[in-house]
């Protein structure tokens, strides 16, 4: 694992949204530089951008044109050297999004693939052998060139599949992972990454990373083509990090990744703690961290054993804003948690200031649901909120225009604000060992409210305890015994001789 990940805190930046220099309503690279310092002044060391590469913009970026060329609404490959460089003069790291299971139905390497005559790019991608027959378990598209076949497709219509192989293959279409096909593909997507990397990127966070091999239940096939992936960048660039989307660490880290994410479409607990009915996370109470802790202990295990970190992100492009349906004391225990748990942290752009999910939205660029949570991030009281000088309806997405919406000038000013917790949360975490991205980490009570989880580093334990209801809870804590309060949040908690009293949707962690 690269060194600088062990204490690493993530910001995920979404392009097109976060800010604005040349006018034209789309973020830019130099808009991300020309924040650099507000994000490490927060606290955050390390960068996530979602897919910038040349696309059509069919599904946000994620349907790639070119992938060695960075797609003109946010600068040139130049511009965008200029922002690694610049990341790295802070003391920063940043990560690409790479998109290695499918391109867009523009990318040269289809076109060339649609042709009838056999090429180097025929077996590039999956196609069956007529026109008639459905590539087995995914969706395709048919009759688009004079190609006797049907072209599998990952994601939208748009989104034809690269081809890895298949883990059994059934049907004469179907290939080997280790056949030519799928070795060329493989070989051109670590040539992507070289590029890149060379040109002074961190690494990458890669998108759909358990869907290459098809059919492949067990993933065996998918782990194989990984480590095969991940052992040549350790062997060629031994500080580059991989973070996959996958949500299953246990086969994530056997393939070679250095961090998984708990997400919203994997198993059910990291849902049960921020977007269920009646999550944790809630002044309600009526949830319970069981469901989360009995799964997460399994992966915590085989991640430490495998020199892996989870992660367990705020929120991403992907998923309902954390602010859906929070208020500003929920969202404060939010973050208690999520910058006190072991991995390292991932904060999506503007969950700093609690920015909310705006209703009512045209689907924007393949955004459908999803895009009430890729609004433009809200900086100050100047037009659109500082966020660009373009006619308000030019904006990539609308903004939130309530009156109360939140923007991060009003919230520095603000003492008692989420951001202003988040940053003081953020200088808690780096002061304290015991609460570093692998120091040891131990539930101590997950049955209800508040939850209990201990963090230790060889010269430091700290018990954490978080409560999100509405409801002040004192709890017997033997184990706490003449320890002190190092961060308290809400009023009128305390640490007793055999007790800890933790405040109405509060929290408190305890050095012993």
């Given at each position: ?21 040349n006018?034209d309503g ?6 991300i ?19 910038c590469?040349?696309?059509?913009f ?12 960075a797609a ?35 990318h ?6 649609m042709?009838?005559?056999s ?6 991608y999956?196609?069956?052998s ?5 590539p087995?378990?995914l ?5 688009i ?25 059934k ?16 070989a ?28 492949d239940?067990?993933?065996?096939e ?35 990744f ?12 990291y ?22 802790a009995e799964q ?12 892996g ?8 492009h ?8 929070r208020?500003?004391?929920e969202?404060k ?26 209703e ?8 459908y ?5 890729r609004?433009?991030?809200q ?8 966020f660009?000088?373009a ?10 225009d ?9 919230q ?13 949360l ?32 060889d ?16 709890v ?27 405040p ?9």
């Amino acid at each position: 694992m690269a060194k600088w990940l062990e204490n690493a805190i993530f910001y995920e930046i979404y392009p097109q949204s976060f800010n604005d220099t040349n006018g034209d309503g789309i973020g830019d690279f130099q808009g991300i530089i020309e924040k650099l310092d507000y994000i490490k002044e927060t606290g955050f060391n390390a960068i996530w951008m979602n897919p910038c590469f040349d696309s059509p913009f069919g599904d946000a970026g994620y349907d790639v044109r070119d992938y060695k060329k960075a797609a003109a609404r946010y600068g040139t490959n130049d511009d965008l050297k200029r922002l690694f460089d610049e990341c790295h003069k802070r003391g920063m790291h940043i990560l690409l999004d790479l998109v290695p299971g499918h391109t867009s139905v523009e990318h040269e390497w289809f076109k060339k693939s649609m042709l009838p005559e056999s090429n180097e790019y025929t077996d590039r991608y999956i196609w069956t052998s007529n026109i008639w027959e459905q590539p087995e378990g995914l969706n395709c598209i048919r009759g688009i060139s004079d190609r006797d076949g049907s072209a599998a497709v990952n994601f939208f219509s748009s989104q034809p599949a690269l081809n890895y192989g298949y883990a059994e293959p059934k049907y004469a279409y179907q290939q080997k992972p280790t056949d030519p096909g799928p070795m060329a593909t493989r070989a051109a997507i670590k040539d992507v990454m070289k590029f890149w990397l060379d040109m002074g990127c961190d690494g990458f966070r890669v998108d759909m990373a358990g869907s290459l091999v098809k059919c492949d239940p067990e993933y065996k096939e998918t782990i194989k083509l990984w480590q095969d992936i991940t052992g040549y960048l350790k062997s060629e660039y031994p500080e580059a990090a991989m973070v996959s989307e996958w949500g299953e660490p246990q086969y994530s880290l056997q393939g070679g990744f250095d961090m998984d994410f708990l997400l919203h479409f994997g198993p059910e607990g990291y849902n049960s703690m921020f977007r269920s009915a009646e999550p944790f996370f809630s002044k309600r109470g009526k949830g319970t961290p069981a469901i989360f802790a009995e799964q997460y202990n399994g992966y915590h295990e085989k991640a430490t054993t495998g020199g892996g970190l989870i992660c367990i992100p705020s929120g991403n492009h992907d998923m309902d804003r954390l602010a859906r349906g929070r208020d500003e004391d929920e969202l404060k225990c939010c973050f208690a948690f999520l910058l006190t748990m072991p991995g390292a942290p991932f904060v999506y752009y503007g969950d700093e200031i609690g920015l909310r999910y705006v209703e009512g939205l045209v689907s924007v660029e393949g955004g459908y649901n999803r895009t009430g949570s890729r609004s433009p991030m809200q900086w100050d009281s100047t037009a659109n909120d500082g966020f660009s000088t373009a006619d308000k309806s030019q904006l990539y997405i609308k903004q939130d225009d309530a009156p109360d919406r939140p923007t991060v000038e009003k919230q520095m000013l603000d003492d008692k604000s989420l951001y202003n917790e988040v940053k003081k949360l953020i200088k808690v975490r780096n002061d304290n060992p015991a609460l570093h991205n692998l120091s040891a980490f131990e539930f101590v009570s997950s049955d209800g409210y508040p939850l209990v989880y201990k963090r230790s580093s060889d010269n430091q334990t700290v018990y954490v305890f978080i409560n999100p209801s509405d409801k002040a809870v004192t709890v017997n804590a033997d184990y706490a015994k003449g320890g002190k309060a190092i961060y308290t949040l809400g009023e009128n908690g305390s640490v007793g001789a055999d007790t800890v009293t933790v405040p109405a949707s509060g929290a408190i962690f305890v050095e012993v």
